[in-house]
């Protein structure tokens, strides 16, 4: 898909197709009233009769508008003018693409208002047009027999109005929207593969074929005597019960100074995550294949971070395994002993996401990062907590954490910061080791941020809980691509040196 930005005379940007907006009076929005001044009233007419009535979410494809040099003009409804906002302006955008996407139109010129630039600035204007389209247009990698519908042919978008002025900020913000959405379909696509394609090797495969794409990329995949030989003893129990090999996969982009103190991101990399011999129930257990979204997410931000050639060092660090139970899968009650010394008594074989990410994080320590940011889909409490709208946010540098939290706020990819002070470790306590994996039921989200903050003593880490943001059940049933939004934002704003 190619981007651009028009400033003045859309009138003499050649595209296929002009999107306009309608508000739900409905009353033709502002940019809509320059075309119809040059197609003599005719949209007006076709409002006054009752044609199209603005409400959000509504389309209609006119042809031939005389006056107007597109072939087609597309209306836009965008709901209620007195509660227009950036919310309203992407959903209107979104609308137009899946419109669009269901013609044969090839290139298209975006005239729908504008919300205030206070509430969307040029730059991020155009983020959200290129993370818009490219979020809207993605199509599952399905593995139905049947014929596929064609695919879209839309390959242009014009978007506007951007003041003279702004030309520059909305261009560099179409191309970071660009990037955004490539990286949000490499993670889409891998937690929408099943299980038995996506497997740990799968993941560790896909990193090297990521990283041979671009120069700025170095992989490194350990196997499982490599991992033993790192003495991950937390992360070889988890694996234990499964015949799939696992994998720990290094990804370094190599941006800005050699040698400068990078931001290691680690996820969480259970590419079907039964419980083990704590077993789930068998309803929805098939969503368990999302558990590798953390996973997903890393190889998202490095893939971000390369194509916009990011002036900063970015390591990734995945921990890729299943949870099976088998005679020789891990049982309550076992204690093992973690890279980083430590023992763990796992009373609850399902509370596997922390003890992959400890000897994953402890081995962050290696690179003397300026930051250590996990994610992972690691508790059902979360989601019990924050629904599907806010990511949860926690860690031992407040600092790091309101980074995160604005990052989200301006990519419009929330997260929300859960408090995680020293109370809650006591929950961890053991009789028989350092500490146990589960904390109980009160504030699980908590303990086992609580758990993970065992390993990152003297780190600046953030975790990120996207149990319940990173993939959607039911009949929309699929990965969703977030947090990816949200770190690419912080991601941007390091490179530029800003950390508030
Ligand atoms: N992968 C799950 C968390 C999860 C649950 C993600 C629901 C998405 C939706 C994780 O490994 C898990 O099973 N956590 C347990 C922890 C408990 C045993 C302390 C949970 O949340 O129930
Ligand atoms: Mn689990
Ligand atoms: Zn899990």
Redesign the pocket.
């Known amino acids: 898909m190619q981007f651009e930005v028009w400033s003045k005379g859309l009138a003499q940007v050649a595209v296929e197709c002009v999107v306009i907006g309608v508000f739900d009076e409905p009353q033709l929005a502002a940019e809509a009233r320059a075309i119809d001044a040059a197609a003599a009233g005719r949209l007006k007419s076709l409002i006054a009769r009752g044609d199209f009535s603005g409400r959000s979410g509504e389309t209609l494809l006119l042809t031939d508008v005389p006056g107007v040099s597109a072939g087609r003009v597309l209306l836009v409804g965008l709901g209620a003018a007195k509660s227009y906002g950036r919310k309203a302006w992407r959903r209107a955008c979104g609308t137009a693409v899946s419109a669009l996407a269901r013609t044969r139109i090839r290139s298209a010129a975006f005239a729908l208002d504008r919300p205030s630039l206070r509430e969307l600035d040029d730059d991020y204007f155009g983020r959200s047009v290129a993370e818009i389209a490219g979020s809207t247009l993605y199509r599952v990698n399905d593995l139905k027999s049947g014929k596929k519908p064609p695919a879209p042919v839309l390959e242009r978008i014009v978007a506007g109005p951007v003041r003279g002025t702004g030309v520059r900020a909305a261009r560099r913000g179409l191309e970071h929207g660009r990037a955004v959405a490539l990286a949000m379909s490499v993670q889409r696509d891998l937690g929408n593969l099943p299980p038995n394609v996506c497997t740990p090797a799968y993941l560790g495969d896909q990193a090297r074929s990521i990283a041979k794409k671009y120069p700025s990329l170095h992989a490194q995949v350990f196997d499982e005597a490599g991992i033993r030989r790192l003495k991950m003893g937390c992360f070889l129990a988890v694996t234990q019960g499964s015949v799939q090999p696992p994998r720990f996969i290094v990804i370094e982009h190599r941006g800005g100074k050699a040698g400068a103190a990078p931001i290691v991101l680690v996820g969480k990399g259970?590419t079907f995550?039964t419980?083990g011999i704590?077993i789930?129930p068998a309803a929805a257990m098939d969503?368990?294949k999302?558990?590798m979204s953390g996973a997903a997410a890393v190889l998202a931000a490095i893939t971000f971070a390369a194509e916009v050639r990011l002036p900063l060092r970015v390591v990734g660090l995945i921990a890729a395994c299943e949870?099976m139970p088998s005679g020789s899968a891990v049982k309550p009650g076992d204690i093992v002993t973690s890279a980083s010394g430590q023992t763990v008594e796992i009373l609850?074989t399902?509370?596997?996401?922390r003890l992959v990410l400890s000897d994953a994080l402890h081995y962050a320590r290696r690179f003397e990062p300026a930051a250590v940011i996990d994610m992972a889909?690691?508790?059902?409490?979360c989601?019990v907590a924050l629904g599907a709208h806010h990511t949860g946010a926690l860690g031992n540098d407040d600092a790091l954490v309101r980074e995160l939290v604005s990052a989200g706020v301006r990519a419009d990819d929330r997260a929300w910061q859960l408090p995680l002070t020293e109370e809650y470790s006591e929950q961890l306590k053991s009789n028989f080791a350092d500490f146990a994996n589960?904390g109980g039921r009160e504030g699980?989200a908590i303990t086992?941020a609580a758990f993970l903050a065992k390993f990152t003593q003297g780190l600046q880490w953030a975790h990120l809980d996207i149990?319940?943001t990173a993939y959607q059940g039911g009949p929309q049933k699929g990965s969703t691509g977030r947090p990816t939004p949200l770190l690419a934002d912080f991601l941007a704003h390091r490179a530029r040196g800003r950390s508030e």
């Open positions: 259970i995550d419980g704590s789930k969503e368990m999302f558990d949870n609850n399902d509370a596997e996401g889909t690691l508790t059902g409490a989601v589960i699980g086992a149990a319940g």
